[in-house]
C-alpha cells in the first residue's frame, strides 16, 4: 500500500515540476470576468511572500500542493503575478498581490487523492474568494447553503455543514492565515459535480 502512494507521490512530483502552467490542466490563467472589478490591480492591499505558505503547508504534510503552490499560486489569484511599477519589493521575493482587501482561500487536498487524474482537472475549485475559517462559521457569515465564488472556474462550491464544502471536509484548520490567504487542509478535492452551481 504504501509502494503505491510513493508512486503517485513521484509521479506527481515529476507532473508539477514539468508543469509550465495551469494551462495544460485545463485551468483558466485569466481570472473569470466578475473577479475583474473585485482584483483589477489598483489599491494593493498586501504584497504576500510565497515561501511561508509553501513551508506550512509542506510541514503540515500536504507535499504535493506546496509543490503546486510553489510554482503556480501567482497565476492563480486574480492579478496575483501582475505587479505595479516601482514595486521592488514584488520582484525582489517570490510574492503574491492581493488587491482591493480580498481574502483567498485555498483547501489543499491530502496527497492520497491526487492517485486520481481526474481530480487534477478540477484543481481550481479548491481556491475561493472568500475569508472562510472557524471565526466565519461561528459568525454565520458562512453558513450551510452558502456559494463561494472560486478563483477561475465558473461553477461555484456550495458550503453543505460546518467546515464542509461540497461535502467534503475541513480536516486542518489554519495551516496558514495571514488574513488574505488563507489555508486549510480538506481531506479529498471538491467534486466539480456536486450539486447544480
Not at 461553477?155 to 486549510?184: A, E, K, Q
Amino acid at each position: 500500500m504504501a509502494s503505491k502512494y510513493t508512486l503517485a507521490f513521484l509521479l506527481a512530483v515529476v507532473f508539477v515540476q514539468t508543469l509550465p502552467t495551469f494551462q495544460s490542466l485545463g485551468i483558466p490563467t485569466e481570472p473569470r470576468e466578475e473577479l475583474i472589478s473585485m482584483f483589477k490591480p489598483s489599491e494593493i492591499n498586501a504584497i504576500i511572500e510565497v515561501d511561508g505558505i509553501i513551508d506550512a503547508v509542506w510541514d503540515a504534510g500536504f507535499k504535493i500542493m506546496s509543490l503546486i503552490l510553489q510554482n503556480h499560486l501567482h497565476t492563480v489569484v486574480p492579478f496575483g503575478g501582475t505587479y505595479p511599477a516601482g514595486c521592488r519589493l514584488c520582484y525582489a521575493t517570490d510574492s503574491v498581490i492581493i488587491y482591493n482587501n480580498n481574502t483567498i482561500t485555498i483547501f489543499v487536498p491530502v496527497d492520497e487523492s491526487f492517485s486520481d487524474y481526474e481530480n487534477w482537472k478540477v484543481l481550481e475549485y479548491q481556491f475561493v474568494i472568500a475569508k472562510v475559517d472557524k471565526e466565519a462559521f461561528n459568525s454565520g457569515s458562512v453558513q450551510r447553503g452558502s456559494e463561494l465564488l472560486t478563483c477561475h472556474s465558473y461553477r461555484n462550491v456550495l458550503v453543505t455543514g460546518y467546515g464542509s464544502i461540497n461535502n467534503v471536509n475541513i480536516t486542518h484548520w489554519n495551516i496558514y492565515n495571514d488574513g488574505h490567504i488563507i489555508v486549510h487542509g480538506v481531506q479529498n478535492f471538491f467534486n466539480c459535480r456536486f450539486g447544480s452551481l
